[in-house]
């Protein structure tokens, strides 16, 4: 399989790459979170990325929601030094597949990357239009780009991430505040209204749709 790595730490990442090179993968290597955009996209053909959530740049979760937005579909294994629990269903509702916690067994990771490879994801349908940068939390189209707060980031990331589909309210709020915070529903149509304000801001070509007592759409 060609596996897309991405590590910010050399050590970590040439021991990872190694292993998954003596069991027959190709490897395709990134530092960083702008790297793992430009390098494991869509049409990258990875059959599955290996992402560490604590990144120079951005968080790896942010970035997988990025690609998850692109279309990308291929499995996601988080490497994270984080073991709690609400750490580890924030990973799930950015877009992972599984999580290997640093300190890791090297023969465990690689029975995990088979293990997602031969499962795989069916293909997803990009959001027409619209392109989301973790590092800078940014959402960029046609018309031009809006910055958006790091909650106001993951709540559209988890929403475009899952085009045609109507994500519910307790996972976008399970992405968007990692750490298992309390929030209130005023807080969350408060949240999605400044999102629609933006995104209308550069005539960007979707919108959020509130699905009544479920959740959202793009649309």
Not at 82 to 100: M, P
């Amino acid at each position: 399989m060609l596996i897309g790595l991405c590590e910010d730490d050399p050590a970590i990442r040439r021991l990872v790459a190694r292993a998954l090179e003596s069991a027959g993968h190709e490897v395709r290597r990134a530092h960083d979170g702008g790297e793992a955009t430009r390098l494991l996209g869509p049409d990258s053909g990875v059959d599955v990325i290996v992402m560490d959530v604590g990144l120079p740049d951005s968080d790896g979760r942010d970035v997988v929601q990025a690609l998850r937005s692109a279309g990308q579909a291929a499995p996601v294994l988080f490497l994270t030094a984080f073991g709690a629990v609400h750490e580890r269903i924030a990973g799930f509702h950015a877009g992972g597949d599984d999580y290997v916690t640093k300190p890791f067994d090297v023969q465990e990771l690689l029975l995990r990357v088979d293990a997602l490879g031969r499962r795989g994801r069916p293909a997803a349908a990009p959001p027409g239009g619209i392109e989301l940068d973790p590092a800078r939390h940014e959402v960029r189209c046609a018309g031009g780009g809006a910055q958006l707060t790091p909650t106001e980031y993951r709540m559209l990331a988890a929403i475009t991430s899952r085009p045609g589909e109507v994500v519910r309210r307790r996972a976008v709020v399970a992405a968007a505040w990692p750490d298992g915070s309390f929030v209130s529903e005023n807080t969350i149509d408060s949240f999605i209204r400044r999102i629609r304000v933006k995104l209308a801001s550069i005539d960007a070509p979707v919108t959020i749709e509130t699905v009544r007592g479920v959740g959202f759409r793009l649309s």
